[in-house]
């Protein structure tokens, strides 16, 4: 045979083996079997806990932050997250448009949020804490509400109830109608509501224990020269409100948490840096009763009560 003969047959064959290669079907690829896919798990739900403006937000979230730790600790249902405002009337605005799953309000903002979906079920407890005081400079020796007449006032918000509307009433009382007679001045927080007396910007200031007491433990200045003039008649403390739309069970072990803490060496602990003994559940209704008491003397001196100018949407 010629080489040109083989090498053609070659060439033949080589084209036979590849059509009939490419006329079988393939096998397919070995693909593994699997059982069920498994369900993905659930995010973990997340509730924004929030507390009125009662420190200047590193002090705020130095006292609060180890609470919120310590509830997280307890439960892997849910999870809290502490949220600061930076005055009263961002707190509110907040609160009353149903942005907080659970607060700390003041009592007055406690029952006005019941009238937009929360419920109060518990609050601070020490009630004889929960006063107003009213602070002036040693040197300007203030004796009788008369030497406040004219003179600018400094409170922490129109709603701080111990801080503003206890302290007004305290004073209306006795011959001083501050809204009339004097020069109101909001700031914001309680610590500058004392701030604003020492640096002579306000001839009296309006705050209530816990945060006078820390100020003038850290600064002793402070403390040399200011001076309580007068103190409220004591109310009842702080709420505690939660969301109507949250799970009855994660409520109980918000609840356990809380009014347990007293209870334990690391929640005394937390509790002590809030310059508190407990937490104490009270029932809703009752809460509201002794806040609506005051609102009606309140109301019956002043006419009506302050609205805090929230922009609710």
């Known amino acids: 045979m010629s080489r ?44 924004i806990f929030a507390v009125h403006p009662l420190h200047n937000p590193e002090r705020f979230f130095e006292i609060y932050q180890p609470l919120i730790n310590y509830i997280n600790a307890k439960t892997t249902a849910f999870s809290l997250k502490l949220e600061s405002s930076k005055d009263y009337k961002s707190f509110e605005n907040k609160l009353y448009n ?11 903002q406690s029952v006005i949020s019941t009238k937009y979906g929360y419920h109060i079920f518990g609050k601070m407890g020490d009630d004889e804490r929960f006063r107003g005081i009213i602070v002036a400079r040693k040197t300007d020796h203030i004796r009788s509400v008369s030497q406040l007449n004219g003179e600018a006032i400094s409170f922490p918000s ?29 700031v914001g927080s309680q610590e500058s509501s004392v701030m604003n007396v020492y640096l002579g910007k306000t ?8 945060p006078w007491e820390m100020l003038i433990m850290q600064r002793p200045e402070i403390n040399a020269a200011l001076e ?15 969301r109507n739309d949250i799970p009855q069970d994660h409520l109980a072990l918000v609840e356990k948490s809380l009014f347990e803490l007293h209870n334990s060496g690391k929640g005394k602990t937390i509790l002590n840096r809030m310059d508190l003994s407990r937490f104490e559940k009270i029932d809703n209704d009752k809460f509201v009763a002794v806040v609506e008491s005051f609102l009606q003397k309140y109301k019956k001196e002043f006419g009506s009560l302050p609205n805090g100018e929230v922009d609710r949407k």
């Open 4 to 47: 040109t003969f083989l090498f053609q047959l070659l060439i033949k064959l080589t084209l036979l083996f590849f059509i009939i290669g490419c006329g079988k079907k393939s096998e397919p690829d070995y693909e593994p079997q699997y059982g069920d896919t498994p369900a993905v798990k659930a995010q973990k739900v997340e509730y």
């Open 203 to 210: 001839k009296a200031g309006c705050t209530w224990p816990p």
């Open 98 to 108: 149903r942005k907080f799953h659970f607060a700390l309000p003041n009592p007055y």
């Open 158 to 186: 129109a709603t701080a109830l111990a801080a503003a509307m206890m302290p007004k009433y305290y004073l209306k009382l006795r011959g001083l109608d501050v809204e009339k007679n004097a020069l109101c001045r909001y």
């Open 228 to 242: 309580i003039v007068w103190q409220t008649e004591p109310l009842i403390n702080n709420g505690l409100v939660v």
